[in-house]
C-alpha cells in the first residue's frame, strides 16, 4: 500500500510548474479520473454540471460535499424545493423518488490510444453524514447504479485530523464551458454529440495549501457545518465536493468552502472524515427481477476490507450516547492552540476544550438558533 500510495502522490504533482501551488492535470485521461468525477443534476431534458464526487470504496460508493446536492443542484430544480426545506438532508434518501431531478457522475475513460468513452453514471441513494444523530455536517456519502462495466478506483482514505502546518493537495473539476451552460441528455445519450472533448471543457485542477486552524463543531453559521479545517488558499468554483489528500497520499477531506472573506488572506474549509465512521451506508444491486440491498456503517465496511485506510480509525472515540455516538478525533498536543470550537471561538482567541483524556476532541451537539441568542 505505500507503494501504492507514493505512486498517487507522484501524479498529483504530474504537470505542476516549479513553485507552483495550483496547476491542471490533463483534463482528459489523467489515472485519477478513474476516481474522481464531475457531479452533474439532471433538470428536465438537461444536465448541468454541480461540482465534483470521488470513489472511496471497492463496491462504489462515492463522497462530495453537502451543499453540492442541496444548495447547488436542488435549489435549480422544482422537486429539489421540498429537501431544501428539510433542517438536514435526509438520511439513505432514495433518488430515484424525485423523478427527472437525478444526479449522475460523468465517467470518461480510455478505449485506445487517444480514444474516449464518455458515460453517466447515476447516483442511486445518497445519505447525509450527521453528528450524533442530528446535526448535519458537509458531507454526503452516495452509492450509484452498481454496474461491471465502468472502471473505477477507490481513493483509500484517512481519519486522521492533518497536522498544522502540513501540507494538502484539493482536486476537483472547474473552469467548465458547454454551449449554453448545459447538455441536452438525449443528445449525450443518441451520441449526437460528436467531438465530445471540444464540445465539453473543464480543468482537473489542483490546488495546494497549508493547515492553518481546525475547527472541531464547525466553522459558522451560513457556513461549513461539522468538523473541518482551515489551509492558506482558495479553491476554485467547481472543485467544491473534491477529495483532499494528506502528504502520505491519502484522502483526509472534502472540498466545502472559500474561506477567504473570514480570514482577510486566501483561505479555504475542508470538511473532516472521521464523523462518517458510524454514518450507515445503503447499497445493493438489482439481478434480474431482484433487487438485493444491505445497510452497514462506514466502520463496518473497513473491517470487511471494502474501504481501504492508513488505520486512522482506530485514533477516533466512538461512545454510543442514546441511541446514537459521539465521534471525536485525536489531536496532537502540540496542534492544540489551533484547536477551536468554531470560528467565533477562533475570534476571542478561546482553542476548544478537550473532553476526557487531553488527546480527544468530542463533537459536541450544536445548539439551536434560540439557545444561540
Known sequence: MADENKKLHDQLDE?????????ELP???HPLSLSVFP???????RLIPIGTAFCISRVG????ASHVLLEEALKIHPLGQRILRE??????????KFGDARFFLLHFHSTSPGQFQVSLWPLERATGVLIEGEDPTDLTLGFPKFQQELPYTALPISFAVPRIGSKVKCVGYSRTEIPGGEIPIEDLKEGRIGDWFNYYRHSFRVVEGTVTNIFTQGFARGSVRGACFAINAEIEQGQSGGPVFNEAGYVCGVISAGATLYFDQPASLISLLYPALPTEITFGFSMGPVRMNATHPLFSLIETGGIETDGSEELVTLIPEKGSWRVGPMIHED?????FDNFSSHQDNRPSTPEGPKEYYRIR???????ES
Open 27 to 29: 483534463p482528459w485521461g
Open 15 to 23: 504537470h505542476r510548474p516549479q513553485g507552483a501551488i495550483t496547476w
Open 365 to 371: 451537539r450544536r445548539q439551536t438558533d434560540s439557545e
Open 39 to 45: 457531479l452533474l443534476i439532471n433538470v428536465g431534458d
Open 87 to 96: 433542517s438536514i438532508f435526509p438520511k439513505n434518501i432514495d433518488l430515484k
Open 335 to 339: 496542534d492544540g492552540s489551533y484547536v
Open 61 to 64: 460508493i462515492v463522497a462530495t
